[in-house]
């Protein structure tokens, strides 16, 4: 699957326009949509924005962009399954490398 994997704060922030994203990031999301790529959100960056949402660590707004996002098929953001693959891959990234559970799934799912 050519394109990139992004985590909770990564698709948050590039959907928002927010300076907190680096530079980097930015760039490597725009080219990846520029040159008709998809930006996969793992299912897990749902479950987690529910969470900082109910926590209020960010705004409700959030969660409802990514959603629309991730509905509007001219948006190239598409919801990749914790699946399997996933599962199986998650083997593959050590706990020590990436010690925070989602962003291991996040990583898997690269992997897979």
């Known amino acids: 699957m050519p394109g990139v994997v992004v ?3 990564s698709i ?18 725009r080219s990846t949509t520029a040159a008709g790529d998809l ?15 109910e926590k209020g660590r960010l705004p409700a ?11 509007d098929p001219a948006i190239p ?5 914790l699946d399997r693959a996933v599962a199986e891959a998650l083997a593959h ?3 020590s490398d990436v010690p925070d559970l989602p962003d291991r799934i996040v990583a898997a ?3 897979a």
């Open 61 to 71: 707004l959030a969660r409802d962009e990514l959603i629309q996002a991730l509905d």
């Open 77 to 81: 953001c598409s919801l990749a399954p």
């Open 7 to 9: 985590d909770t704060h």
């Open 109 to 111: 799912t690269a992997v």
């Open 12 to 29: 948050v922030w590039f959907l928002s326009r927010d300076p907190r994203l680096s530079t980097k990031a930015r760039e490597t999301l």
């Open 93 to 95: 990234v050590k706990r």
């Open 39 to 53: 930006i996969y959100v793992t299912s897990i960056c749902l479950v987690e924005l529910t969470y900082l949402v």
